[in-house]
Nanobody
Framework: QLQLVESGGGLVQPGGSLRLSCAAS????????IGWFRQAPGKEREGVSCIGSSGGTINYADSVKGRFTISRDNASNTVYLQMNSLKPEDTAVYYCATRELFRLCVLSRYLYDSWGQGTQVTVSS
């Protein structure tokens, strides 16, 4: 059974860093794209970053370019989102999601099939 579990969220001051993890089980990560999305209260879920299957593309939302870095470790079936220079507007629940054989990933939530339960990120002084 395909499963995604996010971790690593928490409370951090503006300018701080967090690393989110998305642990995958029940499937071989390399064959799947992973997307990171976030949803703030009262707002729609938006794409943050994605990494394509089998060495495919990496994309970032304009709002996080230069601050966030996505990476994957196929050996441990985990995708990471390193978030630096965090801002209060980054506060949201962060979700990872997956789609099979999606080499040229895009940041549309409608294209992803399976989702994790989310992890809260709060940026506040």
């Amino acid at each position: 059974q395909l499963q995604l579990v996010e971790s690593g969220g928490g409370l951090v001051q503006p300018g701080g860093s967090l690393r989110l993890s998305c642990a995958a089980s029940g499937f071989t990560l390399d064959y799947y794209a992973i997307g990171w999305f976030r949803q703030a209260p009262g707002k729609e879920r938006e794409g943050v970053s994605c990494i394509g299957s089998s060495g495919g593309t990496i994309n970032y939302a304009d709002s996080v370019k230069g601050r966030f870095t996505i990476s994957r470790d196929n050996a441990s079936n985990t995708v990471y989102l390193q978030m630096n220079s965090l801002k209060p507007e980054d506060t949201a629940v962060y979700y990872c999601a997956t789609r099979e054989l999606f080499r040229l990933c895009v940041l549309s939530r409608y294209l992803y099939d399976s989702w994790g339960q989310g992890t809260q990120v709060t940026v506040s002084s």
